[in-house]
C-alpha cells in the first residue's frame, strides 16, 4: 500500500448554513452536497477538500471535547492548513471578523508560525506558514506546551 496524500478532511457541524458561510471566508467554494448522505463536499482554489458532515446531535454545546475539557480522550485535535503566508492570512482573519483563538506562536524546532481559530461548532483550525515572516508578525510568542 502506498498512501500518496490526504484526499480530504471531514467536518462534523451542527448547522450547515452557517458553516458554510465560515468556510467561505477560508476560500473554500461549495462543490456538491450529497443526495446520499449529510455532506456538503468543498474545496478552495488549490483543491484542498473538506466535507461538512451536518449530523451534530449536540448543536447547544459550548466546548469540543477534544479540545476544551481537562480529560484528554484519544482522537483528532485539529487541522492544519498550510497558507503561503501567515502575515497575510493574519490580516484576512482580522478583516472577515474571524476571531484568533491562538497565536500568532512560533514552534522552535520547527520554525513554522502558526494561528488557530475556531469553527462555528468550536472545531480547531490551525493556519501554518513560514518562518521567515517572524520580522512582520506582530505579538509572536514562542509556543510553550506547558500553557
Do not use: C, W
Request: proline letters at 3%; aromatic letters at 6%; zero cysteines.
Amino acid at each position: 500500500m502506498v498512501i500518496e496524500k490526504i484526499d480530504h478532511i471531514g467536518i462534523r457541524v451542527a448547522n450547515i448554513k452557517r458553516s458554510i458561510e465560515f468556510y467561505k471566508k477560508l476560500g473554500f467554494k461549495v462543490l456538491k452536497k450529497s443526495q446520499l448522505d449529510k455532506v456538503v463536499v468543498m474545496k478552495n482554489y488549490t483543491d484542498v477538500e473538506i466535507n461538512l458532515i451536518y449530523n451534530a446531535n449536540n448543536p447547544e454545546g459550548d466546548h469540543n471535547i477534544l479540545m476544551d475539557i481537562e480529560t484528554k480522550y484519544p482522537g483528532f485535535t485539529h487541522t492544519a492548513l498550510r497558507v503561503s503566508s501567515i502575515s497575510e492570512t493574519i490580516k484576512s482573519l482580522k478583516a472577515k471578523n474571524i476571531k484568533i483563538t491562538q497565536g500568532p506562536v512560533s514552534f522552535g524546532e520547527t520554525g513554522q508560525i502558526s494561528v488557530f481559530v475556531r469553527d462555528p461548532d468550536r472545531n480547531t483550525l490551525e493556519l501554518r506558514g513560514h518562518s521567515e515572516e517572524k520580522e512582520r508578525i506582530e505579538g509572536l510568542d514562542l509556543y510553550d506546551p506547558k500553557e
